[in-house]
């Protein structure tokens, strides 16, 4: 039976691997965003099973990734809202573009 920390990396890499997919392929602004957060998602996955030193000794896990995973979470959950915004700020600029079309038609 294969290790729990082999199944979170194999599942993290998985996860990876569908949100950078998604990243490339995907043409909407809002589902590349939703995108990148499932990529990290699985960034953070891989990063938790790599903490587990040795699964056969009773030694706690490295707590360094942890920590980066942490940072992690706080440094993807500003750019998610910074990236939200910026794409509000642009449907509102071809909101007006159109509406200054519109009028001067």
Same mark, same amino acid.
């Given at each position: 039976?294969?290790?729990?920390a082999l199944?979170?990396?194999?599942?993290?890499?998985?996860?990876?691997?569908?949100?950078?997919?998604?990243?490339?392929?995907?043409?909407?602004?809002?589902?590349?965003?939703?995108?990148?957060?499932?990529?990290?998602? #699985?960034?953070?996955?891989?990063?938790? &099973?790599? +903490?587990?030193?040795?699964?056969? *000794?009773?030694?706690?896990? !490295?707590?360094?990734p942890?920590?980066?995973?942490?940072? #992690?979470?706080?440094?993807?959950?500003? &750019?998610? +809202?910074?990236?939200?915004?910026? *794409?509000?700020?642009?449907? !509102?600029?071809?909101?007006?573009?159109?509406?200054?079309?519109?009028?001067?038609?």
């Amino acid at each position: 039976m294969p290790s729990p920390a082999l199944i979170y990396a194999l599942a993290g890499i998985w996860i990876t691997v569908i949100g950078l997919r998604s990243v490339l392929v995907e043409e909407d602004f809002f589902r590349k965003i939703i995108a990148s957060n499932i990529l990290g998602s #699985g960034v953070f996955l891989v990063l938790v &099973a790599m +903490a587990r030193r040795n699964p056969d *000794l009773n030694v706690p896990p !490295d707590p360094v990734p942890h920590g980066m995973i942490l940072t #992690g979470i706080v440094v993807a959950v500003s &750019a998610t +809202a910074l990236m939200l915004a910026l *794409l509000g700020h642009l449907n !509102d600029l071809e909101k007006n573009k159109h509406q200054s079309q519109e009028d001067d038609t």
